[in-house]
Nanobody, 121 residues
Framework: QVQLVESVGDSVQAGGSLRLSCAVS????????MAWFRQAPGKEREGVAR???????TYAGSVKGRFTISQDNAKNTLYLQMNSLKPEDTAMYYCAADRIDWWLLPRYKHWGQGTQVTVSS
């Protein structure tokens, strides 16, 4: 069974930082492609970051240079470090997993419950 559990989100001031984590069931972590997405009210779900099969990160243009995806293999955990946050980063953030690499398309089969990030100006 695929289980993805995100950490609790938070509210921060613009310019601040926040790190999200996603605890992944062991079998999923080692064999699935993982990614971070976000969805703001009234908007489509947007791919934020993911690793390719070689472990290289891919970022959406809107977060490149500010967000960093990482992983802790010992803890089966995926992270998203978010720096220089902007009000437009306000959204529900999700981690996702699938055996297929959907890149940053929201077609992953398995999703976490989501965690709210709010950035105030």
């Amino acid at each position: 069974q695929v289980q993805l559990v995100e950490s609790v989100g938070d509210s921060v001031q613009a310019g601040g930082s926040l790190r999200l984590s996603c605890a992944v069931s062991r079998d999923t972590y080692s064999t699935y492609y993982m990614a971070w997405f976000r969805q703001a009210p009234g908007k489509e779900r947007e791919g934020v970051a993911r690793f390719d099969s070689a472990g290289r990160p891919t970022y959406a243009g809107s977060v490149k240079g500010r967000f960093t995806i990482s992983q802790d293999n010992a803890k089966n955990t995926l992270y998203l470090q978010m720096n220089s946050l902007k009000p437009e980063d306000t959204a529900m953030y999700y981690c996702a997993a699938d055996r297929i690499d959907w890149w940053l398309l929201p077609r992953y089969k398995h999703w976490g419950q989501g965690t709210q990030v709010t950035v105030s100006s």
